[in-house]
C-alpha cells in the first residue's frame, strides 16, 4: 500500500509548487497575442457580453440578441467580465483561459499532493502543463479550458469526501459538475458513473448515508446546472435569442440532440457523415481502441497515456489488500476511472469529434501517472515494483519514438534522445532496489527527462505559433494536421492577428472536412470554394500566421479579413439601426463584428441552416430599418438549396434570405467586398 500524505511539508514544497504554477502561467502567457482573436465565433459572442448583460446571460452572438452560440455559456463568461474590464483586445479575451489552465495544474498537484507526497504532485503537476493539447486549449477561446478545470475540481472534491465523508465536498463536487453542465453540456455528465461509483462503495460512512449524500449531490448537480436551463426554457421565444444550433429553438433540443447522444451514436442534427462503426472511417477519423493513439490524436494527449495505464494498474495490484475505505485506491479509482470512462466514449463515438476534446484527459493522465509513479517509487527495493517503473519508462520512450518518428522532419534527433535516454533510464530502474541512492536518483532523473521530451517539444512548437479558427492543433506545423481526420489547416497564409480590433486571418481550406466550431459541417456538397463576392477572398500579406481551421467553406470555419474600406462603411452606416450588417454563417459574421463593434446578425447561426430568421422575419427587419447592410457570401447555408442541417425547417432560409436581398436592394462594392444596401430598394422592387 502506496503512502499516504505527509505529516509535514519540506522547506523545498511551497516554492517549487509556486514555481511550477509561475512557469506554466509564463508557458502560457508566452506570444499569446499571436492568436489574435483565435475562435471568432466564440470572441464575437464575448464582445456581445461585454457589450450587452442580456447577450452575456444568454451568450449571444451579438449584443442585439438575434442568436446564441450552440453552447451554454458558462465559457464565455470570464472572458465577457475580462473585456469588460479591460477592453477587446486578444490578451482580455485569452488571458482568462491561461489563469484556468493554471488553475488545472494547481488543482491537480493538490490532489496527488494530499496522497502521494510533493514530489509526485510536482511530477503530476509538470506532465499536465507539458501536454501539447493543454498547451493548446489553455491558450485558445473555446469551452474544453473551463470544462477541464470543472471536471479536475469535480474528482479533487470527491477524493476529499473519500477521505473524511463529510457531505459538503461532495455537494461541492456535485456543483462543480453542475456549472460544467452550463459549459458544455452532456459531456461533464462522461466521468459520473465513475465517480459515484467509486464513493458508493468506497466512502467511508455507512450505506444508508452514502446514498443519502449522492442524492444531495444530485440535486446540488440539477440546481447549479440546470437554473439557467429553465429561465432558458421558460422565457418567451420572442423576447430572447433564438437558441443557435438548434432547429426549434429550443436548448433542451439542442442538449440531448445535436449536443447529445448524437455525438454518440453520430446520427446528430447537422452532422456530415459519422466516424462508423468500430475500426470504420468517416468524416471524424476512425473509431476503435487504438483512437487515442492514431496519427491524428497521438500527438495531442498520448505521450504519457501508455504510462499512465500501467501505473494505473500498479496503483490498483498495490492498494489490492487495503480496506474498502483506502483513500489511496480510492483516488486512483476516481482519477483512473474518470480516464478510463472518458477514452472509452471518445475513441468509439461515432458523431463529431476533435483533436482539442482529449484536453479533457489531460488531468487524469497527470494525476494517474504522478500518483502511480510515487507509489512503486516507495517500493522500488521489490523487484517487481522495479522492473514495472522500468517498464513504464521504457514503454514512454519507445510510443514518444514513434509520435516522433510521424514528424520526421521536426527535430529528427530528439526521438533518438528520447528512446536512448529512456532505455538507459529503464536499465537503471531495474536495479533501483540494489544500486546508490545517487545512480538511482539519476537514473529516475534520466527517465522523466526522457518522458517528458517529446511532449515538451510540441508544447513549445504550439506556443511559439497562433492558432485561430475552429479547428486547432497542437505540435509543429510541420505535422500538417488541422481540422479534419487525415489532413488539415497546418500553417496558414495571412497577417497574424493583433489586438487592433481587425479580424484574424484565417485563410485556407478544410480538406478533412466539416466541423465549425465545435463541429458544424458543411452542407453535402460543399466544396471548400468561398461564394462569389463573398468575404473571406481577402488576403493580407503573406507570412506564417495562426494555423487551425481556416476560411475555407465559405468562412464557415474561420473569420475573415475585414478591410479598411469595409470596416469603414459598416461604421459610418451603423447609427439608427439595430444590427450594421447581417451575414450568412456566424464566422462571418463575427468577423465583422469584432472589426467594427457593431452588431452583426449572423444569419442561420454558425453554419447559416439554422431557421433564424425565416424570410419573412428577416423582410420585417429590413422593413423596419433595423439592419442596413447584408454582406454578400458567406457561410454554407448561403449557397444553393442547401440540405439545412439534417433536412430540417431550416433548409435553405439563408438561400432564400440572399436571393430576395439580391434581387431587391441596390449593391456597392467596398474593398473586395460586395455589400447590398438594405435601405436602397433597386428601381424595379
Given at each position: 500500500?502506496?503512502p499516504?500524505?505527509?505529516?509535514?511539508d519540506?522547506?523545498?514544497?511551497?516554492?517549487?509548487?509556486?514555481?511550477l504554477?509561475?512557469?506554466t502561467?509564463?508557458l502560457?502567457?508566452?506570444?499569446l497575442?499571436?492568436?489574435?482573436?483565435?475562435?471568432s465565433?466564440y470572441?464575437?459572442?464575448v464582445?456581445?457580453?461585454?457589450?450587452?448583460?442580456?447577450?452575456?446571460?444568454?451568450?449571444?452572438?451579438?449584443?442585439?440578441?438575434?442568436?446564441?452560440?450552440?453552447?451554454p455559456?458558462a465559457?464565455?463568461?470570464?472572458?465577457?467580465?475580462s473585456?469588460?474590464l479591460?477592453g477587446?483586445?486578444?490578451?482580455a479575451i485569452?488571458?482568462?483561459?491561461?489563469l484556468?489552465?493554471v488553475g488545472t495544474?494547481?488543482?491537480?498537484?493538490?490532489?496527488?499532493?494530499?496522497?502521494s507526497?510533493?514530489?509526485?504532485?510536482?511530477?503530476?503537476?509538470?506532465?499536465?502543463?507539458?501536454?501539447?493539447?493543454?498547451?493548446?486549449?489553455?491558450?485558445?477561446?473555446?469551452?474544453d479550458?473551463l470544462?477541464?478545470?470543472?471536471?479536475?475540481?469535480?474528482?479533487?472534491l470527491?477524493?476529499?469526501?473519500?477521505?473524511?465523508?463529510r457531505?459538503r465536498w461532495l455537494?461541492?463536487?456535485g456543483?462543480?459538475?453542475?456549472?460544467a453542465f452550463?459549459?458544455?453540456?452532456?459531456?461533464?455528465f462522461l466521468?459520473?458513473?465513475?465517480l459515484?461509483?467509486?464513493?458508493?462503495?468506497?466512502?467511508?460512512?455507512r450505506?444508508?448515508?452514502?446514498?443519502?449524500?449522492?442524492?444531495?449531490?444530485?440535486?446540488a448537480?440539477?440546481?447549479?446546472?440546470?437554473?439557467?436551463v429553465a429561465?432558458?426554457?421558460?422565457?418567451?421565444?420572442?423576447?430572447?435569442?433564438?437558441?443557435?444550433?438548434?432547429?426549434?429553438?429550443?436548448f433542451?433540443e439542442?442538449?440531448?440532440?445535436?449536443?447529445g447522444?448524437?455525438?454518440?451514436?453520430g446520427?446528430?442534427?447537422?452532422?456530415?457523415?459519422?466516424?462508423?462503426?468500430p475500426?470504420?472511417g468517416g468524416?471524424w477519423g476512425?473509431?476503435?481502441w487504438?483512437?487515442?493513439?492514431?496519427?491524428?490524436?497521438?500527438?495531442q494527449?498520448?505521450?504519457?497515456?501508455?504510462a499512465?495505464l500501467i501505473?494505473?494498474?500498479?496503483?490498483?495490484?498495490?492498494?489490492r489488500k487495503?480496506?474498502?475505505t483506502?483513500?489511496?485506491?480510492?483516488?486512483?479509482?476516481v482519477?483512473g476511472?474518470?480516464?478510463?470512462?472518458?477514452a472509452?466514449?471518445?475513441?468509439?463515438?461515432?458523431?463529431?469529434?476533435?483533436?482539442?476534446?482529449?484536453v479533457a484527459?489531460?488531468?487524469?493522465?497527470?494525476?494517474?501517472?504522478?500518483?502511480?509513479a510515487?507509489a512503486?517509487w516507495h517500493?522500488?527495493?521489490?523487484?517487481w515494483?522495479?522492473?514495472?517503473?522500468?517498464?513504464?519508462?521504457?514503454a514512454?520512450?519507445?510510443?514518444?519514438?514513434?509520435?516522433?518518428?510521424?514528424?520526421?522532419?521536426y527535430?529528427?534527433?530528439l526521438?533518438?534522445?528520447?528512446?536512448?535516454?529512456g532505455?538507459?533510464?529503464?536499465?537503471?530502474l531495474v536495479?533501483a532496489?540494489?544500486?546508490g541512492?545517487?545512480?538511482?536518483?539519476?537514473a529516475?532523473?534520466?527517465?522523466?527527462?526522457?518522458s517528458?521530451?517529446?511532449?515538451?517539444a510540441?508544447?513549445?512548437?504550439?506556443?511559439?505559433?497562433?492558432h485561430?479558427?475552429?479547428?486547432?492543433?497542437?505540435?509543429?506545423?510541420?505535422t500538417?494536421?488541422?481540422?479534419g481526420?487525415?489532413?488539415?489547416?497546418g500553417?496558414?497564409n495571412?497577417?497574424?492577428p493583433?489586438?487592433?480590433?481587425?479580424?484574424?486571418?484565417?485563410?485556407?481550406?478544410?480538406?478533412?472536412?466539416?466541423?465549425?466550431?465545435d463541429?458544424?459541417g458543411?452542407?453535402?456538397g460543399?466544396?471548400?470554394?468561398?461564394?462569389?463576392?463573398?468575404?473571406?477572398?481577402t488576403?493580407?500579406?503573406?507570412?506564417?500566421?495562426?494555423?487551425?481551421?481556416?476560411?475555407g467553406?465559405?468562412?464557415?470555419?474561420?473569420?475573415?479579413d475585414?478591410?479598411?474600406?469595409?470596416?469603414?462603411?459598416?461604421?459610418?452606416g451603423?447609427?439608427?439601426?439595430?444590427?450594421?450588417?447581417?451575414?450568412?454563417?456566424?464566422?462571418?459574421?463575427?468577423?465583422?463584428?469584432l472589426a467594427?463593434?457593431?452588431?452583426?446578425?449572423?444569419?442561420?447561426?454558425?453554419?447559416?441552416?439554422?431557421?433564424?430568421p425565416?424570410?419573412?422575419q428577416?423582410?420585417q427587419y429590413?422593413?423596419?430599418?433595423?439592419?442596413?447592410?447584408?454582406?454578400?457570401?458567406?457561410?454554407a447555408?448561403?449557397?444553393g438549396?442547401?440540405?439545412?442541417?439534417?433536412g430540417?425547417?431550416?433548409?435553405g432560409?439563408?438561400?432564400?434570405?440572399?436571393a430576395?436581398?439580391?434581387?431587391?436592394?441596390?449593391?456597392?462594392?467596398?474593398?473586395?467586398?460586395t455589400?447590398?444596401?438594405?435601405?436602397?430598394p433597386?428601381?424595379?422592387?
Amino acid at each position: 500500500m502506496s503512502p499516504g500524505p505527509p505529516t509535514a511539508d519540506p522547506r523545498w514544497a511551497r516554492p517549487a509548487f509556486l514555481a511550477l504554477l509561475l512557469a506554466t502561467g509564463v508557458l502560457y502567457l508566452c506570444n499569446l497575442h499571436a492568436s489574435g482573436y483565435a475562435n471568432s465565433f466564440y470572441s464575437a459572442a464575448v464582445q456581445a457580453g461585454s457589450q450587452s448583460w442580456k447577450a452575456f446571460f444568454f451568450g449571444s452572438l451579438d449584443a442585439a440578441n438575434a442568436i446564441t452560440v450552440d453552447k451554454p455559456p458558462a465559457a464565455l463568461w470570464p472572458m465577457a467580465l475580462s473585456v469588460r474590464l479591460f477592453g477587446l483586445n486578444s490578451w482580455a479575451i485569452l488571458v482568462p483561459e491561461v489563469l484556468m489552465g493554471v488553475g488545472t495544474v494547481a488543482v491537480v498537484h493538490a490532489s496527488v499532493r494530499r496522497r502521494s507526497g510533493h514530489g509526485a504532485a510536482l511530477l503530476a503537476g509538470a506532465v499536465l502543463a507539458l501536454t501539447p493539447v493543454a498547451a493548446l486549449m489553455f491558450r485558445f477561446n473555446n469551452p474544453d479550458a473551463l470544462l477541464a478545470l470543472l471536471m479536475a475540481v469535480a474528482c479533487y472534491l470527491v477524493v476529499r469526501a473519500l477521505e473524511d465523508g463529510r457531505t459538503r465536498w461532495l455537494v461541492w463536487a456535485g456543483v462543480a459538475v453542475g456549472f460544467a453542465f452550463l459549459t458544455k453540456t452532456l459531456q461533464a455528465f462522461l466521468i459520473l458513473p465513475a465517480l459515484a461509483a467509486v464513493y458508493a462503495v468506497c466512502a467511508p460512512v455507512r450505506p444508508r448515508k452514502r446514498f443519502a449524500q449522492l442524492a444531495l449531490a444530485t440535486v446540488a448537480l440539477v440546481v447549479s446546472g440546470g437554473w439557467w436551463v429553465a429561465v432558458v426554457e421558460l422565457w418567451p421565444a420572442s423576447s430572447r435569442p433564438y437558441i443557435g444550433g438548434s432547429q426549434n429553438n429550443s436548448f433542451l433540443e439542442l442538449t440531448f440532440g445535436y449536443n447529445g447522444l448524437g455525438r454518440l451514436n453520430g446520427d446528430e442534427t447537422g452532422s456530415v457523415g459519422g466516424g462508423g462503426g468500430p475500426g470504420g472511417g468517416g468524416r471524424w477519423g476512425e473509431t476503435g481502441w487504438d483512437r487515442m493513439f492514431n496519427d491524428d490524436i497521438g500527438g495531442q494527449i498520448s505521450w504519457l497515456l501508455p504510462a499512465a495505464l500501467i501505473l494505473l494498474v500498479a496503483g490498483l495490484v498495490l492498494t489490492r489488500k487495503a480496506g474498502r475505505t483506502d483513500v489511496t485506491r480510492a483516488a486512483f479509482l476516481v482519477w483512473g476511472g474518470s480516464l478510463l470512462t472518458t477514452a472509452v466514449v471518445f475513441s468509439f463515438m461515432a458523431g463529431i469529434f476533435h483533436q482539442y476534446y482529449t484536453v479533457a484527459l489531460a488531468p487524469y493522465v497527470a494525476a494517474v501517472t504522478g500518483m502511480g509513479a510515487a507509489a512503486l517509487w516507495h517500493r522500488r527495493r521489490e523487484t517487481w515494483a522495479a522492473l514495472t517503473l522500468a517498464a513504464t519508462v521504457t514503454a514512454t520512450a519507445a510510443w514518444g519514438y514513434v509520435l516522433l518518428h510521424r514528424t520526421p522532419d521536426y527535430l529528427p534527433w530528439l526521438r533518438w534522445l528520447v528512446l536512448v535516454g529512456g532505455l538507459t533510464a529503464a536499465l537503471g530502474l531495474v536495479f533501483a532496489g540494489r544500486a546508490g541512492r545517487r545512480v538511482v536518483l539519476t537514473a529516475a532523473g534520466l527517465g522523466v527527462a526522457a518522458s517528458l521530451a517529446g511532449p515538451t517539444a510540441y508544447t513549445l512548437s504550439t506556443v511559439r505559433e497562433g492558432h485561430s479558427g475552429s479547428i486547432v492543433t497542437a505540435g509543429p506545423a510541420s505535422t500538417g494536421r488541422g481540422g479534419g481526420p487525415g489532413g488539415g489547416g497546418g500553417p496558414q497564409n495571412g497577417t497574424p492577428p493583433g489586438a487592433d480590433g481587425n479580424g484574424p486571418s484565417q485563410n485556407g481550406g478544410f480538406p478533412g472536412g466539416g466541423p465549425g466550431q465545435d463541429g458544424f459541417g458543411a452542407p453535402p456538397g460543399a466544396d471548400g470554394t468561398t461564394p462569389p463576392g463573398g468575404a473571406g477572398t481577402t488576403t493580407e500579406a503573406p507570412g506564417r500566421g495562426p494555423r487551425g481551421g481556416g476560411a475555407g467553406m465559405g468562412g464557415l470555419l474561420g473569420g475573415t479579413d475585414v478591410d479598411a474600406e469595409a470596416r469603414e462603411l459598416l461604421e459610418a452606416g451603423a447609427a439608427g439601426h439595430t444590427w450594421a450588417a447581417a451575414a450568412v454563417g456566424a464566422q462571418n459574421a463575427a468577423s465583422y463584428q469584432l472589426a467594427t463593434g457593431e452588431p452583426v446578425m449572423a444569419i442561420g447561426g454558425f453554419n447559416g441552416t439554422d431557421p433564424s430568421p425565416t424570410l419573412a422575419q428577416f423582410q420585417q427587419y429590413v422593413k423596419d430599418g433595423r439592419i442596413h447592410y447584408f454582406v454578400s457570401g458567406g457561410g454554407a447555408g448561403a449557397g444553393g438549396g442547401g440540405t439545412g442541417r439534417g433536412g430540417g425547417s431550416g433548409t435553405g432560409a439563408a438561400s432564400r434570405i440572399t436571393a430576395w436581398v439580391q434581387s431587391h436592394f441596390t449593391h456597392v462594392t467596398a474593398g473586395s467586398v460586395t455589400f447590398y444596401d438594405l435601405t436602397r430598394p433597386t428601381s424595379d422592387s
